[in-house]
């Protein structure tokens, strides 16, 4: 008996001095001092202790969800014309589309920004709208792309729009825009048919398409700028990842890499193109956390490549606990020219296997890649 309980205050003394030697940027922050969504400043730069964990669930990545045409290119707009145009076809991720559209006016004088959808078959098409986000005007960009992705996860819409035959509708309805000012929009919808969509903007908001310049086009000679437009095949990523006795202590989970940043096709430049930041990327980041002494856990996200913000969703073993969750609560952004700083997303007792699954998109004018990091406390 006496050998029993020698042995097993061993175990426990080497679980307790294994924790206490782990010497971390964040090992003197009592996280429950914080509140969800504010901001962890970190003593040294977390990625020097980091030990990353694989993704568990990599091959159940789904192939498709819904096409994403992203806007962001020219971001600064000085004159009227398309930003981006492409068709979305029904036997496409079965017409299911998502558009991101972000510019700003950098002309003197007024231009309204809006979403077109034009039907060119010879019978009607009709469009589903399903969520639907406007951030703007504004001249906060950061902002504005917080409250956009915030406005998105909140929104719920069932609308249905019949569209004849060689007529143009609107998406998004014009946002006036006054120099300096930004527009963000995020809207899902289905189509039934092929319909061409177009992101422009016009000193007229009811002038026709007809005579509007593509905008962007560079000279012979000039160099080329990074374009940030164009169709993808998909809008979403997943991951999930487990956190169980093995893997206790200071991790990370290193999501929305590089490697990861879409590669798609512009069909207004007829060329291959990669959406820098996953502008309009939904992403679905699990974790499967095992209880152990029921020690409490939060999950913190690490910005690595600039000025980052978000808003997000959060569900704890499928239940809805927050929705349009934005992050940085008190600040527009984290991780200006430092990367020792981390938004506070998630802290709670592990009493059973939980399963927290946060959906989250980046703000529009932030930076990738990011880390989530899983920390005992």
Same mark, same amino acid.
């Given at each position: 008996?006496?050998?029993?309980?020698?042995?097993l205050?061993?175990?426990l003394?080497?679980?307790?001095?294994?924790?206490?030697?782990?010497?971390?940027?964040s090992?003197?922050?009592?996280?429950?001092?914080h509140n969800? =969504?504010?901001?962890? /400043?970190?003593? %040294?730069?977390?990625?020097?202790?980091? !030990?990353?964990?694989? *993704?568990?669930?990599? &091959?159940?990545?789904?192939?498709?969800?819904?096409?994403?045409?992203f806007?962001?290119?020219?971001?600064?707009?000085?004159?009227?014309?398309?930003?981006?145009?492409?068709?979305?076809?029904?036997?496409?991720?079965?017409?299911?589309?998502?558009?991101?559209?972000?510019?700003?006016?950098?002309?003197?004088?007024?231009?309204?920004?809006?979403?077109?959808l034009?039907?060119?078959?010879?019978?009607?098409?009709?469009?589903?709208?399903?969520k639907?986000?406007?951030? =703007?005007?504004s001249m /906060?960009?950061? %902002?504005?792309?917080?409250?956009?992705v !915030?406005?998105?996860? *909140?929104?719920?819409? &069932?609308?249905?729009?019949?569209?004849?035959?060689?007529?143009?509708v609107?998406?998004?309805?014009?946002?006036?825009?006054?120099?300096d000012?930004?527009?963000?929009?995020?809207?899902?919808?289905?189509?039934?048919?092929?319909?061409?969509?177009?992101?422009?903007?016009?000193?007229?908001?009811?002038?026709?398409?007809?005579?509007?310049?593509?905008?962007?086009?560079t000279?012979?000679?000039?160099?080329?700028?990074?374009?940030?437009?164009?169709t993808f095949?998909?809008?979403?990523?997943?991951?999930?990842?487990?956190?169980?006795?093995?893997?206790?202590?200071?991790?990370?989970?290193?999501?929305?890499?590089?490697?990861?940043?879409?590669q798609?096709?512009?069909?207004?430049?007829?060329?291959?193109?990669i959406?820098?930041?996953?502008?309009?990327?939904?992403?679905?980041t699990?974790?499967?956390?095992?209880?152990?002494l029921?020690?409490?856990?939060?999950?913190?996200?690490?910005?690595?490549g600039?000025?980052?913000?978000?808003?997000?969703?959060?569900?704890?073993?499928?239940?809805?606990?927050?929705?349009?969750?934005?992050?940085?609560?008190?600040?527009?952004?984290?991780?200006?020219?430092?990367?020792?700083?981390?938004?506070?997303?998630?802290k709670?007792?592990?009493?059973?296997?939980?399963?927290?699954?946060?959906?989250?998109?980046?703000?529009?004018?932030?930076?990738?890649?990011?880390?989530?990091?899983?920390?005992?406390?």
């Amino acid at each position: 008996m006496k050998t029993i309980f020698l042995s097993l205050f061993l175990v426990l003394t080497l679980i307790n001095s294994a924790y206490a030697s782990i010497s971390t940027p964040s090992s003197l922050i009592n996280y429950n001092n914080h509140n969800l =969504g504010n901001t962890i /400043n970190f003593e %040294a730069n977390p990625a020097v202790f980091l !030990k990353t964990l694989s *993704n568990k669930l990599e &091959d159940e990545q789904p192939e498709s969800t819904r096409t994403l045409l992203f806007s962001d290119f020219p971001e600064y707009i000085n004159k009227p014309g398309i930003s981006y145009q492409d068709t979305i076809y029904p036997f496409k991720n079965k017409g299911k589309f998502r558009v991101f559209d972000y510019h700003v006016n950098s002309s003197t004088n007024p231009l309204y920004f809006s979403i077109l959808l034009t039907n060119k078959n010879n019978h009607s098409v009709s469009v589903h709208i399903e969520k639907t986000a406007v951030s =703007g005007p504004s001249m /906060n960009y950061i %902002a504005a792309g917080k409250n956009a992705v !915030k406005e998105w996860l *909140n929104s719920s819409v &069932d609308k249905t729009i019949e569209i004849e035959p060689g007529k143009t509708v609107f998406l998004a309805e014009p946002v006036c825009l006054n120099k300096d000012q930004l527009v963000n929009f995020i809207i899902d919808a289905t189509v039934s048919d092929a319909i061409q969509v177009s992101t422009v903007a016009r000193s007229d908001p009811k002038a026709s398409l007809r005579g509007l310049a593509l905008l962007g086009k560079t000279t012979k000679g000039e160099k080329k700028p990074t374009i940030l437009r164009g169709t993808f095949n998909t809008a979403d990523y997943y991951h999930s990842y487990v956190i169980g006795l093995d893997e206790r202590g200071y991790k990370v989970v290193g999501v929305a890499g590089k490697t990861e940043y879409l590669q798609g096709y512009s069909a207004v430049d007829r060329k291959k193109v990669i959406n820098y930041g996953n502008y309009g990327v939904l992403y679905h980041t699990t974790f499967k956390l095992i209880p152990f002494l029921q020690i409490p856990e939060a999950i913190v996200i690490n910005s690595r490549g600039g000025a980052f913000a978000t808003a997000s969703s959060i569900a704890i073993n499928g239940e809805l606990v927050t929705q349009g969750f934005v992050a940085p609560t008190e600040t527009t952004a984290i991780g200006l020219n430092t990367v020792k700083q981390g938004i506070l997303v998630y802290k709670e007792h592990i009493l059973n296997s939980d399963e927290v699954e946060i959906n989250w998109m980046p703000a529009g004018g932030t930076n990738l890649p990011v880390n989530f990091i899983v920390q005992p406390y």
